[in-house]
């Protein structure tokens, strides 16, 4: 079209020629180089005699008062991007056309980019779409999973506790029964957590500090001597703030159970916390082999797991019970492979 546009001109500037260089022309000739001139009524032109001065213009819109500022700038962008056509008008005597592209030729050089523009926003908003399906099938398969699970250790449960307190009424070492009494509680806990799944839980205005002691006491109990546990806070401080303490300290036991997994049950675990802007920062080390920058984010992700056994699901709920019930965030804040990791959770007050 530029070509086209170009011999367009060409051919105005030829019959301009042709008018002004001869007086003989024939009535039907004339008419017609005035007719070639005429049909131009789309490509802006102006015409420059030798000297510089403006001569004519064609299809370029202005107000008479700014006639000269107005053509002056055109004339200015046209010698920017055009080589003029000179008009021989007698031996001696010549002017130099200028023009620029139609409207219809500029449009037609951005359509490329709104094409583009509008493939990427449908992209967009189909990457969007699905994920969002995608996100519901996740979220009715978590749901489905966790509500089944509760189910099925109910029964068991209410088996437990029944062979209890029959224990209790047999001469049966006192110790032992208590520690399957607890044992028991905590299953049930465990119960409570899965059946919550899928549910909005209700967040209460609880001691965070009193909920990591809790996690902390009874990892403790269930670990490896080898393992150390270190608080870097106050054990007796007060730091209120909105909770569902069985789904949250569902969150701690799992950040350290992967801890001691990956110290090989032999190692410090340190659990720091820490008040700033309206937040809370809880900070849980371990001293295990590490995780690459490349699994910062995959790590979360449901079956994500370095272990031969269990199904990956571990830091994935932690991360859902983090963000999405208790509107926080959780991320490894730094790593470094054989010597250990860090996990952030930051709760808002």
């Known amino acids: 079209m530029a ?18 260089g001869t007086n003989d022309l024939g009535s039907e000739y004339l008419n017609f180089l005035m007719e070639v001139t005429s049909k131009n009524t789309t490509i802006p032109i102006i015409v420059v005699n030798a000297d510089g001065t403006l001569n004519s213009d064609a299809n370029i819109t202005y107000n008479e008062a700014r006639k000269e500022e107005v053509l002056q700038k055109e004339l200015k962008k046209m010698k920017d991007r055009v080589v003029p056509i000179k008009i021989e008008l007698s031996e001696n005597e010549y002017q130099l056309l200028y023009y620029r592209e139609s409207s219809i030729l500029r449009n037609l050089r951005l359509y490329p980019l709104v094409q583009l523009f509008v493939i990427v926003i449908f992209i967009v908003v189909a990457y969007f779409a699905f994920n969002a399906t995608n996100q519901a099938e996740q979220n009715q398969v978590w749901v489905g999973m966790s509500k089944e699970t509760a189910h099925q250790l109910g029964t068991p449960i209410s088996s437990l506790m029944a062979w209890i307190e029959l224990l209790k009424l047999k001469d049966v ?47 403790k109990r269930r670990s490896s001597d080898k393992v150390i546990f270190e608080t870097s806070y106050d054990e007796k401080a007060y730091v209120e703030t909105p909770l569902n303490a069985a789904l949250f300290s569902w969150v701690i036991e799992n950040i350290c159970k992967n801890a001691i997994d990956a110290m090989g049950n032999n190692g410090t675990i340190t659990l720091k916390l820490k008040e700033k802007d309206n937040q809370v920062y809880i900070d849980i080390s371990d001293t295990g082999i590490g995780v690459a920058k490349s699994h910062f984010k995959t790590i979360f992700q449901p079956g994500y797991s370095t272990k031969k056994r269990g199904w990956g699901l571990g830091l994935s709920l932690a991360k859902r019970i983090v963000e999405i019930y208790h509107s926080g965030k959780i991320f490894i804040k730094s790593s470094e492979l054989g010597k250990g990791t860090t996990f952030r959770i930051v709760l808002n007050k």
């Open 3 to 20: 070509v086209e546009e170009r011999n367009k001109v060409e051919l105005w500037a030829k019959a301009i020629e042709q008018i002004s």
């Open 173 to 219: 070492d006192e110790n032992l029964v208590k520690e399957l009494e607890q044992d028991t509680k905590r299953l049930e806990r465990i119960t409570e957590r899965f059946s919550k799944i899928g549910s909005k839980p209700e967040l209460l205005r609880v001691n965070i500090v009193e909920v990591l002691n809790s996690s902390v006491d009874y990892l």
